[in-house]
């Protein structure tokens, strides 16, 4: 055996952050078709991105009152800044749109509390949320009672009838979408029947069907003489339909969890509810939080659909209401753009924040 007698000098400890040109090297330049994929991709950037942003900005014009003091060569902007407020209010009149603002307002507040870890009573202030505001908000964006002018359903539309319909439908398709998971996983033989099939007949047809059935066939089945709105049919039918989906989803979390967490709450003498309410869901939620998302972002694209039964959201205003006008006719493109970007911003926050909340909720259990 051969021992050194020569003291080596000291070495920096060793670090995982990669300088650029070694990460370069790595990830975009590590083989012959990986050069080759890279020079394509910015060959593709050069031809694409220069236009865009030549045509979205520079080039654009953002003050105009008519299509003729647009120059064509760049975005047309003016078209949505002379018809923002329809797109975010659709009909709704102009004097009481103050109600939808303070609506909104009072949710914003009312939900910040529940980011602060220090707060207390979150749990009452999320059934105040759940449960009291819905009711607030109704009387105040309708109308019709305590001195407010009545305001129709059939007038509600843009942006704001989009969230409307996005959070109504995510707020109580998600219980019920996990009363259905549990439903199916029950072994009582008549209710995993039910949910078996409430699910499967509800995944098996096309939202555009089911908002159809509810706005169409849906009043020949009610008492002649009753008015039943169009609005609350066509939610009926989304909670419903989503819930399928949501059920599906939690199912597979609860499927992803030991047997032995069934096995610790039953040895600690939990009933079957605090079982699955303090021990088995928590868990089982937290493992599909990219899953229930994704569910959310697919329902928040699908209230463009509430256009086939009469109710304009954000892109029903932009293509059949500010297209229709005759004094920005052929500025649909710029219509498009804005309506993609508005639900852009809203679903990339949406997977943002499940991001975070799976970092904070990470427990260094990940498979």
Not at 169 to 191: E, N
Not at 207 to 217: G, K, P
């Amino acid at each position: 055996m051969y021992v050194t007698d020569k003291i080596l000098p000291a070495q920096p400890a060793p670090s995982d952050t990669k300088g650029p040109v070694v990460w370069l090297k790595e990830n975009l330049f590590s083989s012959p078709l990986n050069i080759l994929m890279t020079l394509f991709a910015v060959y593709l950037i050069y031809l694409l991105v220069p236009p865009a942003i030549q045509w979205a900005f520079i080039d654009a014009d953002w003050f105009a009152a008519t299509r003729d003091g647009c120059s064509r060569e760049g975005a047309c902007w003016a078209y949505i800044a002379n018809r923002f407020g329809q797109t975010i209010y659709g009909f709704y009149p102009e004097a009481e749109q103050w109600r939808v603002n303070t609506a909104f307002l009072m949710l914003i507040v009312l939900c910040i509390p529940l980011f602060i870890n220090s707060f207390p009573k979150k749990m009452w202030l999320g059934g105040f949320i759940l449960i009291i505001f819905p009711f607030i908000a109704f009387f105040l964006i309708h109308g019709g009672s305590f001195g407010l002018v009545e305001v129709s359903t059939d007038k509600w539309g843009g942006l704001m009838l989009t969230l409307i319909i996005s959070i109504i439908g995510i707020t109580l398709a998600l219980p019920l979408g996990i009363i259905l998971a549990l439903g199916r996983r029950s072994h009582m033989p008549i209710v995993k029947s039910v949910s078996v099939l409430f699910i499967e007949f509800w995944r098996g047809v096309p939202l555009i069907t089911v908002l159809f059935m509810s706005s169409v066939m849906l009043p020949l089945f009610m008492p002649e003489g009753s008015d039943f709105d169009k609005l609350a049919r066509a939610m009926i039918g989304i909670i419903l339909f989503q819930s399928a989906y949501v059920a599906e989803v939690v199912r597979g979390g609860l499927q992803a969890i030991p047997k032995g967490q069934y096995e610790a709450a039953v040895a600690m003498g939990l009933t079957y509810w605090k079982s699955m309410f303090l021990v088995i869901l928590p868990q089982a939620l937290k493992l599909v939080i990219p899953g229930l998302v994704n569910t959310f972002i697919a329902l928040f694209k699908d209230t463009t659909l509430v256009l086939i039964i009469g109710l304009f959201d954000l892109l029903g205003v932009v293509q059949n209401v500010l297209g229709a006008d005759s004094k920005w006719l052929g500025f649909e493109t710029e219509g498009y753009v804005y309506a993609a970007f508005v639900f852009w911003l809203f679903c990339f926050g949406m997977s943002r924040y499940s991001m975070a909340l799976e970092r904070k909720l990470h427990t260094g259990h990940k498979r």
